[in-house]
């Protein structure tokens, strides 16, 4: 009976914490494309291998500048040697569609081209195979009336510029 009690008190003390927290988003590692319709064998895209890797992103619901975007954290990320990676990876996000409404000063929606529309890649540092790094939204963000779509999921590139993981699925090995 106490030891039910304890479970019940650290269940309802976990609940504020998660409440307000982050979408945590697992990444899986790349296969290369398999042109035509036909199988190819699995061959990863990238030499290099990770234990973890997670894309985190804020669950409220309106942004605003200089507010969080995302978040990587990245475990036990080898090169082909098997070696820890301390070096840089980078997170590609596809462009977005841009609209400011009137509140935000009336542009209306930015052209798929536009530079608005396009992101910077995140470089993320790797240190000794981990990273844990935070990115903010620009100083020059509207603070009301930005509409941002996403179309696209984000993709981790290796040291050598290679497809190393995405968003997704996996089942246990």
């Not at 070096?87 to 608005?116: H, K, N, W």
């Amino acid at each position: 009976m106490a030891i039910r009690a304890s479970m019940l008190l650290l269940l309802v003390a976990a609940v504020p914490a998660l409440a307000g927290g982050l979408n945590k988003s697992v990444l899986v590692p790349v296969y290369e494309r398999c042109p035509g319709s036909g199988n190819c064998p699995p061959v990863l895209a990238s030499s290099y291998t990770f234990d973890e890797m997670y894309l985190y992103s804020p669950r409220k619901k309106y942004s605003g500048p200089e507010e969080l975007a995302l978040m990587i954290q990245v475990k036990g990320l080898k090169d082909a040697n098997g070696t820890p990676v301390t070096g840089q990876i980078t997170v590609v996000v596809p462009a977005t569609r841009v609209t400011i409404l009137p509140s935000g000063g009336g542009f209306g929606t930015f052209g798929d081209s536009s530079f608005v529309s396009q992101q910077a890649p995140y470089v993320v540092e790797v240190k000794n195979g981990s990273a844990r790094q935070k990115f903010f939204t620009p100083s020059t963000t509207p603070p009301h009336g930005l509409v941002a779509n996403s179309f696209g999921s984000p993709i981790v590139y290796d040291p050598d510029g290679k497809e190393l993981a995405s968003t997704g699925s996996q089942s246990r090995p």
